[in-house]
């Protein structure tokens, strides 16, 4: 079975060609993490899962990405939709300047996914729960979502993905700016997700995509090089380039 | 909230726990191998000597987690040191497999020949061995220096009894040519079994290394 | 010794902050020493007469804030959704970018030009008279630009990671800009409004040019009712031969300025609030 599929995808910025014919299968419920070198493609690629480069102009895409065999880029797909599928987390955590708790409520609102105010409080909850932060801020809910720690924003960030029950989760380096210890949290909260959701991390930290992720893709120059499981990309890589990289070796 | 790293450490734990099972295997063999000699029991002595697959499969399979750990989640000082110490006991035990089925193979060709004596040395010596074996193979799991080091001090014991055996064999062979043949495979046996208590003695060694981070390997047990 | 130009630099640019500042100091010294003796209940109450001992601001002060209180309600709207169009939406078509251009000159034009607009569109052409309406259109059409411009520089200082954390959720556009931008934008935008609008109230120009009567005895009372304002009154005042009215009109100054500086104090307190509510 695959969740989601990408087929001899390009992307181009203008009239640079930023991914060349990426073709890949993302499998449900594991974690699929990419890697490969700044500016390697990897985070336009994750991009182009939920159309979120549809907002920068001068921007294009050819070739298909089918979630549930259904193409996302053909004509009258509801972007918005799609969307509140295919949730995303972003590199700098990127708390709206609200309260905790209106954070999390934000994509039910807009969602018309609500209800009743206790039907609202509890979702918040089960989100904050899963993104293993409901300890840490069930009696600040109402503070603002700036004054936690950055770790702590970041997983704000997860759980307000989440509340609005997403099937994919995209995480854009999402630990690259925290300490190990907080990255750790994440990390192992991104362990515990994949029984539900299917998540793309993208990440320049290799040890991180070794540690969290079963299956692993290295993007070099706006390719994909090599796509395997993860234990065989950092044991065995079949790729003379990507044994380079995972070595350390590059350049 | 905190817990660190819970998958790794699952795993790092059933890791451990296949290593273990390994060791209770290895020592069943053993014992098999060492009984099949004494009872001269042929489907014993069978059941060991073509028995090894078991433990070659385990051998692989503990071998490709610990190639996984290391590569996966780079494990740091503690974590690292008890990965590699698996990868060593894991390599120990291996081998303690195979000396099970030479011994084993010397049993069945003693079986041919009317036994030589009474054997109560070698049956002695297997049960240290297997004491050894288990005590290291419990110091690992518990990280109890102090039982490993006595496993350590088993092993002067061990080669006592090896000296032993091949003086009091000698004194037959002298005596009757005719059980050259058969006691040479019981000095064999005193040796295979004196073997496996130095593995053992390396998995003490091993646990010491984890626990401690001393090396202790040429210094203590040099004598050996 | 690199240190020495760049010292030199600092004196320098502090002279002439003081300098800048004496001026000030001295100009609003001498307003205060002419009309301070007049300021009074009654002159803030009472309304304009022959005799300068007894003429008042009344009718002046209420109109400046109804007339300013119309420009807001007109300006604003219209500004902030014209810097939302062309900001969020228009950015790229060749409509948005000839209206941009507009925008830029328009900030640039003298008032008085605004007054002969008016004149032209709002008192005659669509028949408003010489009202409050027409009197706050031509305000209007002056901060326009400066609304339009300072929400726009307010809008692209939202990141552009709260627009995406909008919109990864599910959110449209208008979803993202009305939740997530313009809260956050609220501050500055209220900003440059309260700035706009504040230069606004010291117009004098443009409301004489349409024709804004120099005497009135009333309060305005509606938006078709003729009206003045204090910079008319003060300059209706200043054109007087009696050195008596010298003093009223310095007084009136005075009064203007304390609204100014109530203004601008009040933009400076909102902004803070919105951000210690922000952050």
């Keep these: 079975m695959i969740k989601v599929r990408a087929e001899r995808l390009n992307f181009y910025y203008g009239a640079t060609r930023a991914l060349q014919d990426i073709s890949v299968a993302v499998q449900p419920n594991v974690v699929t993490a990419f890697i490969g070198p700044s500016g390697c493609g990897k985070s336009t690629f994750l991009r182009t899962l939920n159309r979120m480069n549809d907002i920068v102009p001068g921007t294009r895409v050819e070739g298909r990405v089918l979630i549930d065999d259904a193409d996302i880029y053909a004509p009258g797909v509801d972007v918005v939709a799609l969307r509140r599928r295919v949730g995303m987390v972003f590199q700098k955590s990127n708390p709206f300047p609200k309260s905790i708790f209106e954070n999390v409520a934000y994509g039910l609102r807009i969602n018309n996914m609500a209800g009743s105010r206790s039907e609202l409080a509890g979702r918040v909850e089960e989100s904050l729960r899963q993104a293993a932060l409901w300890g840490e801020v069930k009696d600040r809910l109402h503070e603002s979502a700036l004054a936690i720690s950055g770790g702590q924003q970041q997983r704000l960030c997860i759980a307000r993905a989440l509340a609005v029950r997403p099937e994919i989760l995209l995480m854009d380096e999402p630990a690259s700016a925290l300490d190990p210890i907080a990255t750790q949290r994440i990390e192992e909260l991104i362990y515990d997700l994949k029984q539900a959701y299917t998540i793309v991390i993208v990440t320049h930290n290799m040890q991180q995509a070794a540690r969290v992720s079963d299956y692993t893709a290295f993007f070099w120059l706006g390719r994909l090089v090599e796509y395997d499981r993860t234990d065989k990309i950092f044991t065995n890589p079949a790729e003379q380039l990507t044994e380079d990289y995972v070595t350390g070796r590059f350049g | ?224 | 010794m690199r240190r020495l130009p760049d010292r030199a630099f600092q004196a320098v640019a502090l002279a002439v902050l003081c300098l800048a500042l004496a001026a000030l100091a001295a100009l609003i010294l001498d307003v205060w020493r002419d009309g301070a003796s007049r300021l009074s209940w009654d002159f803030l109450t009472g309304f304009p007469s022959r005799r300068a001992e007894s003429a008042g601001i009344w009718h002046a002060l209420t109109g400046s804030v109804f007339v300013i209180l119309v420009t807001a309600a007109l300006a604003v709207p219209i500004g902030v959704g014209a810097a939302i169009y062309l900001e969020e939406y228009g950015t790229r078509s060749l409509l948005a970018r000839l209206i941009e251009i507009n925008i830029t000159n328009l900030a640039a034009v003298p008032s008085i030009i605004y007054g002969l607009l008016g004149l032209g569109l709002f008192v005659r052409a669509l028949g408003m008279g010489r009202s409050v309406l027409a009197g706050a259109s031509t305000l209007a059409l002056l901060v326009l630009p400066v609304i339009i411009l300072t929400t726009r520089e307010a809008l692209r200082a939202v990141p552009r990671s709260i627009r995406e954390g909008s919109y990864a959720l599910g959110a449209t556009k208008w979803q993202t800009i009305w939740h997530q931008v313009l809260p956050v934008a609220l501050p500055g935008i209220l900003t440059g409004t309260i700035l706009a609008l504040s230069r606004a109230i010291g117009e004098t120009a443009p409301l004489i040019t349409i024709g804004a009567l120099t005497f009135v005895a009333f309060v305005p009372d509606g938006l078709w009712s003729p009206f003045t304002v204090l910079p008319i009154q003060i300059f209706n005042w200043v054109s007087r031969p009696q050195p008596a009215f010298q003093v009223n009109a310095a007084a009136a100054i005075l009064v203007l300025l304390a609204l100014l500086l109530t203004m601008n104090a009040a933009a400076v307190w909102l902004r803070d609030r919105y951000q210690k509510k922000l952050v």
């Design chain 2, 1 to 224: 909230m905190d817990k660190a790293v819970p998958h790794f450490r699952e795993e790092l734990e059933a890791l451990l726990a296949r290593l273990l099972e390994m060791g209770g295997l290895a020592e069943a063999r053993v014992r098999e191998a060492v009984e099949g000699l004494v009872t001269r029991d042929p489907a014993l002595i069978a059941k060991v000597r073509d028995g090894d697959e078991p433990l070659n499969r385990l051998h692989i399979e503990i071998d490709d987690r610990c190639f996984r750990l290391l590569a996966l989640h780079q494990p740091m000082a503690t974590d690292l040191r008890a990965i590699v110490a698996a990868v060593k006991i894991n390599t120990d035990l291996e081998r303690v497999g195979d000396l099970a089925v030479n011994i084993a193979q010397a049993a069945g060709r003693y079986a041919t020949h009317p036994p030589v004596k009474k054997l109560i040395d070698i049956p002695q010596m297997s049960d240290i061995a297997q004491g050894m074996l288990h005590d290291a193979l419990d110091a690992f799991v518990r990280r109890d220096t102090r039982l490993a080091q006595q496993v350590l001090n088993e092993d002067d014991r061990l080669d006592g009894l090896k000296t032993q055996v091949f003086r009091e064999l000698l004194t037959y062979m002298l005596q009757d040519p005719s059980t050259v043949e058969p006691a040479l495979d019981l000095i064999l046996i005193s040796r295979h079994l004196e073997r496996i208590g130095d593995h053992a003695t390396n998995i003490a060694e091993d646990v010491i290394f984890m626990v401690s981070a001393q090396d202790v390997r040429h210094h203590t047990a040099g004598g050996a």
